[in-house]
């Protein structure tokens, strides 16, 4: 028998348990990086030390740097390098394992997904925005079954900072996730049906876990490509990356800035 609703007036201890973490100063949070390009600037900024007794099961690549920015513990980490090949570990699987583990290791108050993506001039997206998704979803998990079709789109609102988007006047735009950097005629089409202005490879992964954790997760994205333009996405990617990064990783500082002495109530 289910117990009886609470009083007129008062909420549930599970109600009231949320509040008092929204209403507490935000002490941790972690960054979930996919390329350790796009994060050392920061390590640098933050001046934080890699974990070399890692908190993390043994054998796994996942990176980790840690250290105290303006009365903030400040975690940056990262999937690290493929073990066979040597090269990033980006892609959703990655971003899903790294946010799971980083969740269970670290109890953060908030994560923060930052890092590089694609994004349409149509919607007039430019290199060097940095944009903070309001939504999130998937483009390339395609199951036309009833109800699994929503599942796999799984579509995901983002930790709402109106605050913190009017002070730093912030783009927003929505976030489509898959796991290619090209985009084939079926990616597109499911990319207008989520209406996405930017298109990365982790943001609906890590969002899936961070609402399966109760852990609130915004994201930073910067643009690289612009998909719909006239170069190739890979080309343009590469051209970018180091400019687009330094863009991204000032806009991230000033988010932390603003984050600094306040509770996620106040975002």
């Known amino acids: 028998m289910a117990p009886p609703p609470p009083p007129l007036g008062e909420k549930s201890s599970e109600v009231k348990e949320s509040a008092a973490v929204d209403n ?24 934080l030390t890699e974990d070399l ?17 303006k009365g903030l513990a400040i ?10 090949l040597g090269v990033d570990g ?7 394992l790294v946010t799971y583990a980083s969740i269970q290791a670290l109890k953060p108050d908030l994560i923060i997904n930052a890092g590089t993506a694609g994004a349409f001039g149509a919607k007039g997206a430019s290199i060097g925005d940095v944009f903070l998704a309001s939504e999130v979803a998937f483009h390339d998990r395609r199951i036309p079954i009833p ?28 976030l489509s996730t898959g796991d290619s950097l090209d985009m084939s005629p079926m990616d597109e089409a499911s990319i207008v049906a989520n209406d996405a202005t930017v298109k990365d490879m982790e943001g609906a ?17 910067a643009v690289t490509d612009i998909v719909d333009g006239d170069k190739p996405t890979a080309e343009e990617f590469l051209q970018n990356l180091a400019a687009v990064t330094a863009a991204l990783d000032q806009t991230a500082t000033l988010v932390v800035d603003c984050i600094s002495g306040k509770c996620l109530s106040e975002l």
């Open 24 to 47: 507490r100063p935000i002490s941790t949070i972690v960054f979930i990086i996919a390329m350790q390009t796009e994060a050392l600037p920061l390590v640098n900024k933050f001046q």
């Open 53 to 69: 007794d890692s908190v993390f099961p043994k054998g796994v690549p996942w990176v980790r740097f840690y250290g105290n920015y």
């Open 205 to 221: 992964a890590v969002a899936y876990v961070a609402d399966l954790l109760k852990v609130p997760v915004i994201f930073l994205k």
């Open 90 to 96: 980006v892609g959703t699987v990655s971003a899903s």
């Open 147 to 174: 109800v699994f079709d929503i599942y796999g789109v799984g579509s995901r609102k983002a930790f709402a900072t109106p605050n913190l988007l009017k002070e730093l006047n912030l783009k927003v735009g929505k």
């Open 75 to 84: 975690n940056i980490v990262c999937p690290g390098k493929d073990p066979a």
